[in-house]
């Protein structure tokens, strides 16, 4: 019996990284992201790069403002 295979989507694991970077590095964690951008371009890992900028972008998307709309609470 062969087990049917789940379609991989790699913007969830991007998303579970943003959130563990941000978690551990509070506002740091963006500029830790750009020095990996610029590390992976310098080395020309283009796989790595690509990696990295999902999860900038993930990083970007969480710090926006209307992300945490849903949960602010007004006294």
């Known amino acids: 019996m062969q087990q049917e295979q789940l379609p991989f989507d790699p913007n969830v694991y991007y998303g579970i990284v ?6 551990n ?3 740091k964690a963006l500029h830790y992201a ?6 992976m371009k ?5 796989k790595g790069l690509d990696i990295w900028l999902n999860i900038h972008e993930h990083l ?3 710090s926006m403002p209307e992300h945490h709309a849903d949960t602010a609470m007004i006294h």
Do not use: T, V
């Open 18 to 23: 943003a959130d563990n970077l941000l978690k």
């Open 25 to 27: 590095l509070g506002p």
């Open 42 to 46: 310098s080395l020309g890992d283009e």
């Open 34 to 39: 750009d020095h990996a951008l610029a590390k």
């Open 60 to 62: 970007i998307m969480r």
